[in-house]
């Protein structure tokens, strides 16, 4: 982590927690937490359960974020929600192409780069979820997919937009795998990604958190966050757990 950057440590939920889970989960992490101005927390809650959570939030520093929103406003779209939708529930933060909406519900370069920018545009902030898959990475293709997934979202908002955002690298053979990537292996990828982003902008560059998720926990948040290009973490497994999120969020302190 740099001083200079802003620290993340922020929770993804995905499709867990009937509603009374959600609220006594989201409730303990509210009267448990102490919240240092340095680190943002923010927890990425199912959709069903933003209207109770952001009631519960609405005294606190926690920010409120979701995990896939559609990119247009409103429209015949049967299931889906907008991020202008979510904007109305004081949700701040919207994940964006993560690896599984990527592989299971056809989140595509060219969808993940407009549901960026949709975001933006309603005032949330993205969070770009980009990674490789075990298969890449053997053939030593890890930079290369996570330059064409950055690549595609900057052709379509250009360089200045991730003033606004943060990127999250995530390997897909870490994610609930318990296999996490070690601190030299993730700090090696952030550094290359910021090093690309550099190419672009180098102020952008200079103040883009970039989180590491991935079998991220309370033992190995510690050494993962030491790291000079990890600014935080994405947690989803461990975010289920008010200790184990709560010790991660402490190791970014
Ligand atoms: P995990 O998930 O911490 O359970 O590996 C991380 C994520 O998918 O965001």
């Known amino acids: 982590m740099s001083d200079s950057r802003r620290r993340i440590i922020a929770g993804n939920w995905k499709m867990n927690c009937s509603r009374a889970e959600a609220i006594q989960l989201a409730s303990a992490i509210v009267a448990d937490s102490n919240l240092n101005n340095n680190v943002e927390m923010l927890i990425c809650i ?62 595509d370069d060219s969808r993940v780069a407009k549901k960026f920018a949709a975001a933006l545009n309603y005032g949330l902030k993205p969070i770009l979820c980009i990674g490789e898959s075990l298969e890449q990475r053997k053939q030593e293709m890890t930079l290369e997919v996570l330059k064409s997934q950055c690549q595609a979202v900057v052709d379509v908002v250009g360089i200045n937009a991730f003033s606004q955002a943060y990127v999250a ?26 090093a690309w982003f550099a190419e672009q902008s180098k102020d952008i560059a200079a103040q883009l958190p970039i989180l590491y998720g991935g079998s991220m926990n309370a033992a190995n948040a510690e050494d993962l966050l030491a790291q000079d290009n990890i600014d935080g973490g994405l947690i989803g497994g461990a975010s289920l757990k008010v200790e184990d999120f709560l010790k991660i969020y402490s190791a970014a302190g």
């Open 46 to 107: 199912p959709h069903i359960h933003m209207a109770d959570i952001s009631k519960l939030l609405i005294n606190s520093k926690i920010y409120l974020g979701a995990q896939d929103a559609h990119w247009e406003s409103s429209g015949a779209f049967t299931g889906e929600i907008s991020s202008s939708m979510l904007a109305d529930y004081q949700v701040s933060h919207l994940l964006v192409g993560h690896s599984e909406r990527r592989e299971m519900f056809a989140d």
């Open 169 to 194: 690298y995530e390997p897909i053979w870490a994610i609930g795998t318990g296999q996490t990537a070690t601190p030299e292996q993730a700090e090696q990828v952030h550094a290359e990604i910021r």
